[in-house]
């Protein structure tokens, strides 16, 4: 398998082995999908391995979320910042109330 070196500077560097290791993956398993993609005609974006846990992931946050909101708007509202703060924590998001 051939093997491709690139330059880039060290802020992007350390942001993508952030992203890779928080994905537990691979620095090029990680990088590997988003090369695919940039050959590859009408692609919507890269897929990693870990897209169809997030999927799952996501669909039953959105059933919880509804649910707990229904019954404990406050109880909702603590698990809401603390899933932010945790995606804080690991470089996930910068922090941001959305």
Do not use: N
């Amino acid at each position: 398998m051939p093997v491709v070196s690139i330059r880039i500077d060290e802020e992007l560097y350390s942001l993508l082995r952030h992203r890779a290791y928080v994905s537990d993956l691979s620095f090029s398993r990680f990088l590997r999908p988003a090369i695919e993609q940039a050959v590859t005609p009408g692609s919507k974006g890269a897929v990693t391995g870990q897209d169809e846990v997030l999927a799952i992931c996501i669909q039953t946050f959105a059933w919880v979320s509804v649910l707990m909101a229904e019954q404990s708007p406050e109880i909702c509202q603590k698990a809401q910042e603390r899933a932010r703060q945790l995606l804080v924590d690991r470089g996930l998001s910068g922090g941001d109330k959305a």
